[in-house]
C-alpha cells in the first residue's frame, strides 16, 4: 500500500511538472508574439502644411497616424527631423488637430495594390479607385519606391514606336522605351496631344498620370479624351490640384511602379505624366515646408535630385523583356523655355518635343515646333534615308522662318536664293504635312512614306519629238 502510494504521488509530480512545462512554454511563445513597446508622440508645432512631433522616431518616409479630436486619424509620412523632433507631411486635411495630439507609428509602407484587374480603372495616390467601379481585388502589393536598374543590363532602344501622330513618326521618331518631354506653356493642346497618344499608339498597356491637374480636366481627359477602346488597356492614376503635395508626390511614384509592373512582366508600356512640373512643385512646397533653403527661382536642390529618380525609373527593361515609352509634360511658365524645370527636364531626358503657342494661335494642330524639337534616338530606330529626308524637311522650315519678315514686308524676290525659292514654294505643303485632325491617326509607315513624297524631286517634263 505504501509502494502503491509512493508510486501515485510521483506520477502527480510528473503530470505537474510536465503541466507547468507546457503552460511555461505557451507563457514564452505568448511574449515572444507579443509585439515590443511602441513609443507614442505628441504633436508639438504646426506651420502651415508643416508638422512637429516629439517623442517619436521613425525614418525618413516613415508613415504615422495623428489623432483628430473628431476621432478619425490623420495619415502623415516624415520628411526630415532636427534633434528631438520629427517633421511631417499630412496626406489629407488638418481640421481637427490640436497640441498635443497623440502620434501613433504605423508599420505598413507606402504600398500599392498592382495586377491586371487595374487596366480600365482610376485610381488615387493612395492606389483607392475614384471611379464608381467598386474595390479592385488586386492580389498583389508592391512598395511605391521602385527598384534601380542596373543601365548595364536595360535593352537598348532600337525600335521604332508607332505613336500615331504624323510630325513625330515622320520627323521626331520616337523609339520602344524613349523618354521625352512635352515642353508648353498653358492651353496649347498638351492634353490633346496626350490623348491622340493613348488612342493611337502601338502599346499593350497605358498608364497615365494626371498630376496636380484641374479636377475638371481630369474628368475630361477620361470621358471625352480617352476612347472606349483605349480606357479597356488604361490606368489612370488622378492626383487633382487640390490635393496635399506629398499626394501630388505619391502620384507620380504609383504612376511609375504600375508602368514598371506591367514591364516587368514582359508588356510594352507607354507611360503619360501630366505633368512633369507639378510634380517638382509638391517637392518644393516640401522642401520649403521643412526650412530648406531655395537655389534656383525658389526650387531648392532637392528638387532636382528628386526628377532623375523618377525619370530613370522608366525606359527598357531587361533584354528581352518588356519597356516603358514615357511622355511627361513640362509646364513652361511664361512660355519660357529657359524655366529651371524645362532646363533640368531638358538635360535627363532622350528628346523634347516644344509645342508653340504661335503656331497653335496660328490654328495648326498639333502646334509642334519642329525646329525647337528633337529625338535623341532617332538615329537609332530609322533609316538613314528616313534621316536625309527628316533633316531636309527641318532645314526647309528653318530656312522660311529665318526670312518670314522680309517676305511679310515684300522684301523677298523670287530668284535671289534657289533654297529661300524652294522653301517657300513649298511652305503651304509643310504645313500640311504637320497639320493633324484629333481623330485622325498617321501610323508610322504612312508618316515616313508621306515624307518622302513630300521631298520627292518633281518629275522631268515629258517632251514631244522635235519639229
Known amino acids: 500500500m505504501t509502494d502503491r502510494i509512493r508510486e501515485l504521488r510521483e506520477q502527480g509530480a510528473r503530470q505537474l511538472t510536465h503541466g507547468l512545462i507546457d503552460r511555461l512554454g505557451q507563457s514564452r511563445l505568448r511574449i515572444e508574439q507579443t509585439p515590443g513597446?511602441?513609443?507614442?508622440?505628441?504633436?508639438s508645432r504646426m506651420v502651415g502644411m508643416t508638422l512637429e512631433a516629439e517623442g517619436i522616431r521613425l525614418p525618413v518616409g516613415g508613415r504615422a497616424a495623428i489623432h483628430a479630436t473628431d476621432g478619425t486619424r490623420l495619415v502623415a509620412e516624415v520628411v526630415g527631423f532636427h534633434g528631438e523632433r520629427t517633421f511631417l507631411m499630412p496626406e489629407g486635411q488638418?481640421?481637427?488637430?490640436?497640441?498635443?495630439?497623440?502620434?501613433?507609428?504605423?508599420?505598413?509602407?507606402?504600398?500599392?495594390?498592382?495586377?491586371?484587374?487595374?487596366?480600365?480603372?482610376?485610381?488615387?495616390?493612395?492606389?483607392?479607385?475614384?471611379?464608381?467601379?467598386?474595390?479592385?481585388?488586386?492580389?498583389?502589393?508592391?512598395?511605391?519606391?521602385?527598384?534601380?536598374?542596373?543601365?548595364?543590363?536595360?535593352?537598348?532602344?532600337?525600335?521604332?514606336?508607332d505613336v500615331g501622330i504624323r510630325a513625330l513618326n515622320g520627323l521626331l521618331s520616337v523609339g520602344r522605351g524613349q523618354r521625352l518631354g512635352l515642353f508648353a506653356g498653358s492651353g496649347v493642346g498638351?492634353?490633346?496631344?496626350?490623348?491622340?497618344?493613348?488612342?493611337?499608339?502601338?502599346?499593350?498597356?497605358i498608364v497615365v498620370g494626371l498630376i496636380g491637374e484641374r479636377g475638371r480636366e481630369v474628368n475630361e481627359f477620361i470621358h471625352d479624351i480617352l476612347d472606349v477602346e483605349s480606357r479597356k488597356r488604361t490606368v489612370v492614376v488622378a492626383v487633382p490640384a487640390d490635393q496635399s503635395p506629398l499626394l501630388r508626390q505619391h502620384g507620380a511614384w504609383v504612376a511609375t511602379t504600375l508602368a514598371e509592373f506591367f514591364r516587368d512582366r514582359g508588356l510594352n508600356v507607354l507611360l503619360l505624366m501630366d505633368s512633369l512640373t507639378r510634380f517638382a512643385q509638391g517637392a518644393r512646397e516640401i522642401a520649403m515646408a521643412i526650412g530648406e533653403p531655395p537655389a534656383t527661382k525658389g526650387y531648392s536642390a532637392s528638387v532636382f535630385a528628386r526628377l532623375p529618380l523618377l525619370v530613370e525609373r522608366a525606359g527598357n527593361g531587361d533584354v528581352d523583356g518588356g519597356s516603358i515609352?514615357?511622355?511627361?509634360?513640362?509646364?513652361?511658365?511664361?512660355?519660357?523655355?529657359?524655366?529651371p524645370i524645362v532646363d533640368s527636364a531638358r538635360a535627363i531626358l532622350d528628346g523634347h518635343v516644344v509645342l508653340s503657342r504661335e503656331i497653335a494661335e496660328a490654328g495648326r494642330y498639333p502646334a509642334i515646333d519642329v525646329g525647337a524639337s528633337v529625338s535623341r534616338v532617332m538615329s537609332a530606330v530609322v533609316t538613314s534615308e528616313h534621316q536625309d529626308a527628316a533633316r531636309r524637311f527641318r532645314g526647309l522650315m528653318s530656312t522660311y522662318h529665318r526670312n518670314r519678315d522680309l517676305i511679310a514686308v515684300g522684301a523677298y524676290r523670287k530668284g535671289s536664293d534657289p533654297q529661300l525659292d524652294e522653301a517657300v514654294a513649298m511652305y503651304p505643303r509643310l504645313e500640311a504635312y504637320l497639320s493633324q485632325q484629333r481623330d485622325e491617326a498617321a501610323g508610322f509607315e504612312q508618316s515616313r512614306r508621306a515624307l518622302f513624297d513630300l521631298l520627292a524631286p518633281p518629275a522631268a517634263p515629258l517632251r514631244g519629238p522635235m519639229a
Open 94 to 161: 488638418l481640421d481637427g488637430l490640436i497640441p498635443g495630439a497623440r502620434i501613433d507609428p504605423l508599420e505598413q509602407s507606402r504600398r500599392i495594390p498592382v495586377g491586371p484587374e487595374l487596366l480600365g480603372r482610376v485610381i488615387d495616390a493612395t492606389g483607392k479607385p475614384l471611379d464608381g467601379g467598386g474595390p479592385i481585388r488586386a492580389q498583389a502589393q508592391v512598395p511605391i519606391e521602385g527598384r534601380p536598374i542596373n543601365p548595364l543590363t536595360r535593352a537598348p532602344v532600337k525600335t521604332a514606336l
Open 190 to 205: 498638351k492634353s490633346v496631344l496626350l490623348g491622340m497618344m493613348t488612342r493611337h499608339t502601338e502599346a499593350d498597356v
Open 37 to 43: 513597446p511602441r513609443p507614442e508622440g505628441r504633436l
Open 325 to 339: 515609352t514615357a511622355f511627361y509634360t513640362v509646364l513652361a511658365e511664361g512660355d519660357d523655355q529657359n524655366d
